[in-house]
């Protein structure tokens, strides 16, 4: 069993600064990615950052300059540093994971329960 407790959402004034913490815990051999999602109401679920273990950061290009996304090998835990907040990054964020935790070696994606994040004007 593998599960993602996220943590950091919250409310926000625009131009304000949130983190979002994702920790993965479990019986995890190796995590080759992990990434953090946002589905706001009424619209699909998307990429916001992901992080390969060897590559370079991918951000969505309405983050760009603003999010920071970052990961601790040996938590198991990816951050999303959030400057700079806009009215339009409300959401509820998903961080995902793609791990291998079987002993078949076949990675899967797991997804955190999500934490709402809100930003007034």
């Known amino acids: 069993q593998v599960q993602l407790v996220e943590s950091g959402g919250g409310l926000v004034q625009a131009g304000g600064s949130l983190r979002l913490s994702c920790a993965a815990s479990?019986?995890?051999?190796?995590?080759?990615?992990m990434g953090w999602y946002r589905q706001a109401p009424g619209k699909q679920r998307e990429l916001v950052a992901a992080?390969?273990?060897?590559?370079?950061?991918n951000y969505a290009d309405s983050v760009k300059g603003r999010f920071t996304i970052a990961r601790d090998n040996a938590k198991n835990t990816v951050y999303l540093q959030m400057n700079s907040l806009k009215p339009e990054d409300t959401a509820v964020y998903y961080c995902?994971?793609?791990?291998?935790?079987?002993?078949?070696?076949?990675?899967?994606?797991?997804w955190g329960q999500g934490t709402q994040v809100t930003v007034t004007v």
């Open positions: 479990g019986n995890i051999f190796s995590i080759s990615a």
């Open positions: 992080l390969t273990s060897g590559g370079n950061p």
């Open positions: 995902k994971i793609r791990a291998v935790a079987n002993l078949l070696s076949i990675e899967y994606d797991y």
